[in-house]
């Protein structure tokens, strides 16, 4: 009838039955590049990524119902009420994330599904021996390049321009101090130059040596030594790129060759760690031990009005820093996060950006959400109060998404409700804008950054900083000099290692990350931001203000 039609009961059913008809289907593997399930041994890593999203997801859930139990404390569901008022627009947004990370679960269980019964191809099984001797030959050539005769400290190792040949020579030497910021920016960059196996068998050849007794038996020592630790290393940063065939060959060469030497176990031991893996425990990965329920004084839709902006900031901060802790090298490797092959394995940094978005979505929602103009202006200085204190504890990630939030067009266009903001929040507003000035590559943000970082403070940085760093890097020098192409850009593998090595340092920096600060129940309504589509805030920000209306005709 048309009295049930006006009830909120059927306003948010109504909703909630668009969302489903708006999603779209998807197939279980749509999101994993087909080459992805034959290379190296990509599947282990993508199983643990759906896993690990449907516990992060499951908790987005556990989370967004307990939210939406609050605010069903607020509504008789029953009784008439406009769609536009607040406390219905955001309890059917709620249902909006609860909808959404259902079908997201949904659909990563049926990846999962689809990964644990892939049966890959066949392995081809190798020749050991004949791939030996093939090895073997190249240890001559090898060595025929003599060994490396730079600095002695192992330190200010030089990035000239090198062979690859060179390279392996570089980061086994036995008469120097290990150089691991050479090293690491080799095995950490070597995609774009080499594939696993190429620098495997070349530290396999370092391994067997000559056929001649140039070398002591001491020197040999040393360079095996270093030889199976880098071999170690190489296996440990990228797992998944190693094929189940190298694999197997490494396998029998331990067992054949370096079965006496103390740190083989430990190459055998990467290698089977390979396909166990565990869901990293956090913050965002555990549920409370019973369900928060809003009990302030305001309506709970309105409930972060209630709460002092350093409370929420602290909250919103430890969301962003486990997510930011937890991304791995390889995830902002060779632009994995805009690569449609790569993305699944970006995991970290793709959910890093979509809470960027969320945050800018809601920041746009709550101000929407209030119908009269002081309302606005109340909610807008307000969340500018959290934004100031997100940038004092040096948050800028979330903070981005603040700033994107109040740039929105659906709220920049809303005159009358800035001319009502004092000029202390104004101010503010203007200094949190300069501060993430996109002008000269985020000059101000970066010096902000390095201050922070210089007087020991924690530091959640705007990890768009480093990807653009990254872009620019890879697309900007090539892998190979152009006047000799068997020459590796080594400062190019630097400068791709320094950019990375940076942007990880903060994952460690962080007081968030022993200081559990975690307060309900703003953790639990700040965990999953309900907001409104594009089009949904523009709908509502012409309903609030219309084009073209004078402060007087404004509610």
């Known amino acids: 009838t048309s009295q049930e039609e006006d009830t909120a009961l059927y306003q948010c059913l109504l909703r909630a039955n668009n969302i489903l008809d708006n999603i779209p289907e998807r197939g279980s593997a749509s999101a994993i590049h087909t080459t992805l399930l034959t290379e190296g041994k990509y599947i282990p890593l993508l199983k643990k990524n759906n896993l690990d999203f449907i516990v992060y997801t499951s908790q987005k859930v556990f989370f967004s119902v307990s939210h939406l139990l609050s605010q069903f404390i607020g509504i008789n569901f029953m009784d008439p009420i406009d769609i536009n008022e607040g ?54 050539k090898l060595y025929s390049l003599g060994e490396y005769e730079g600095s002695d400290n192992g330190q200010n190792r030089p990035y000239e321009p090198q062979k690859l040949d060179q390279i392996i020579m570089i980061v086994t030497q036995h008469d120097s101090i290990i150089d ?25 050849a370092r391994y067997l040596g000559p056929k001649h007794n140039k070398y002591s038996s001491e020197v040999v020592s040393k360079i095996r030594l270093r030889v199976i630790r880098q071999i170690r290393t190489l296996i440990r940063k990228n797992f998944f790129r190693i094929d189940d065939s190298v694999s197997e060959f490494l396998v029998w060469f331990c067992e054949k060759y370096i079965k006496k030497d103390s740190l083989s176990d430990n190459i055998q031991n990467e290698l089977n760690r390979v396909d166990v893996f565990s869901i990293d425990e956090g913050l965002t990965r555990s549920s409370p031990d019973s369900i928060p329920v809003w009990d302030g004084d305001v309506h709970p839709h309105e409930w972060y009005l209630a709460a002092e902006p350093e409370d929420v900031a602290m909250q919103l901060s430890l969301i962003t820093f486990d997510i930011y802790s937890r991304i791995k090298p390889y995830e902002i490797l060779d632009q994995a996060w805009n690569s449609p092959k790569l993305q699944p394995i970006a995991q970290n940094v793709q959910l890093l950006i979509q809470r960027a978005n969320k945050v800018s979505f809601w920041v746009a929602s709550c101000i929407l959400l209030q119908k009269k103009q002081k309302d606005r202006v109340k909610s807008l200085t307000h969340l500018i109060n959290i934004a100031k204190e997100l940038a004092a504890l040096h948050n800028y990630q979330t903070l981005m998404g603040f700033i994107a939030g109040f740039n929105t067009g659906a709220i920049s266009r809303l005159k009358h409700t800035f001319d ?89 920096s962080g007081e968030f990350l022993f200081d559990d600060k975690r307060a309900e129940p703003l953790f639990t309504f700040l965990f999953e931001l309900p907001s409104f589509s594009e089009n949904e805030l523009y709908s509502l920000s012409y309903s609030r203000e219309p084009k073209g209306a004078n402060s007087r005709d404004i509610l």
């Not at 059917?92 to 191809?121: D, G, Q």
């Open 87 to 140: 406390p219905v627009l955001y309890t059917s947004s709620l249902m909006t994330c609860v909808v959404e990370s259902i079908f997201e679960i949904t659909n990563a269980v049926e990846t999962l599904f689809y990964l644990c019964s892939h049966k890959p191809e066949t392995i081809k099984k190798r020749d050991k021996h004949k791939y030996l001797k093939t090895i073997k030959k190249e240890a001559e």
């Open 420 to 508: 009502g903001l004092s000029k202390r929040s104004q101010d503010t507003l203007d200094m949190l804008q300069e501060i993430l000035n996109p002008s000269r590559s985020f000059a101000n943000l970066r010096t902000q950054i390095k201050q922070a970082r210089d007087m020991g403070k924690s530091v959640v940085p705007y990890l768009g900083i480093y990807l653009t760093d990254l872009t620019f890097i890879d697309e900007g020098n090539p892998d190979f000099m152009e006047e000799d192409p068997t020459l590796v850009n080594t400062e190019k593998l630097a400068m791709v290692f320094d950019s990375i090595r940076e942007a990880r340092s903060y994952q460690a």
């Open 180 to 204: 691991h910021s050479y090293t690491d920016a080799i095995f950490t960059s070597y995609s774009s130059i080499a594939t696993s196996e190429e620098l495997l068998r070349k530290l396999v």
